[in-house]
T-cell receptor, first 115, second 115 residues
Framework: KQEVTQIPAALSVPEGENLVLNCSFT??????LQWFRQDPGKGLTSLLL?????REQTSGRLNASLDKSSGRSTLYIAASQPGDSATYLC??????????????FGQGTILTVHP | DVKVTQSSRYLVKRTGEKVFLECVQD?????MFWYRQDPGLGLRLIYF???????EKGDIPEGYSVSREKKERFSLILESASTNQTSMYLC??????????????FGPGTRLTVT
């Protein structure tokens, strides 16, 4: 059974810092990995999708990397801003077997960027 | 832009009522999903559908059913609402698996309270 863990559970940083959020998963047989952002009481916004054959994806100040063999992904946020404050979730789509196509989510990292 | 809409942002129902949560997507996606999100438990998949009139159970289908009569619409049904079904319900859609971009796109969520 796929399990996804995100560390740290919460992070508070001053504005302007570069930061890294971590995601690990137990079963390396994945199809892709997706990073989401969730604001309080709202739905999820997709940030980046990395296919299993890719090593990284970039969008603006965000860079996500994937090391499938070790079961790890990181989300790097450059020059953080107060508007980046949110919960960040990673999710993996498992490949094969009875869990084919299912997304398994981590518990999320609550990020606070203070001015 | 992909748009996933949910019929209500907030809903209050009484124990034993039959509850319908509606989700509509406008991107002609084949796959649609219903999740619930609870503090400490994260997002859990209730049901998903990969085609009209097709459905598959997720991790926690007990007490729920679904209906997909049209490609753009996926309904979640609580046959007899109970207090332990108080939660945030999130709908998502994605293109057919294996395509060049199979990100999941989420709606804004429905906060359901059962009293």
């Amino acid at each position: 059974k796929q399990e996804v863990t995100q560390i740290p559970a919460a992070l508070s940083v001053p504005e302007g810092e570069n930061l890294v959020l971590n995601c690990s998963f137990t079963d390396s047989a994945i199809y892709n990995l997706q990073w989401f952002r969730q604001d309080p009481g709202k739905g999820l916004t997709s940030l980046l999708l990395i296919q299993s054959s890719q090593r990284e994806q970039t969008s603006g100040r965000l860079n996500a990397s994937l090391d499938k063999s070790s079961g790890r992904s990181t989300l790097y946020i450059a020059a953080s801003q107060p508007g980046d404050s949110a919960t960040y979730l990673c999710a993996v789509r498992s490949a094969g077997g009875t869990s084919y196509g299912k997304l398994t989510f981590g518990q999320g990292t609550i990020l606070t960027v203070h001015p | 832009d992909v748009k996933v809409t949910q019929s209500s942002r907030y809903l209050v129902k009484r124990t034993g009522e039959k509850v319908f949560l509606e989700c509509v997507q406008d991107m002609d996606h084949e796959n649609m999903f219903w999740y619930r999100q609870d503090p400490g438990l994260g997002l859990r998949l209730i049901y998903f559908s990969y085609d009209v009139k097709m459905k598959e159970k997720g991790d926690i289908p007990e007490g729920y059913s679904v209906s997909r009569e049209k490609k753009e619409r996926f309904s979640l049904i609580l046959e007899s609402a109970s207090t332990n079904q108080t939660s945030m319900y999130l709908c998502a859609s994605s293109p057919l698996w294996g395509g060049s971009s199979d990100e999941q796109y989420f709606g804004p969520g429905t906060r359901l309270t059962v009293t």
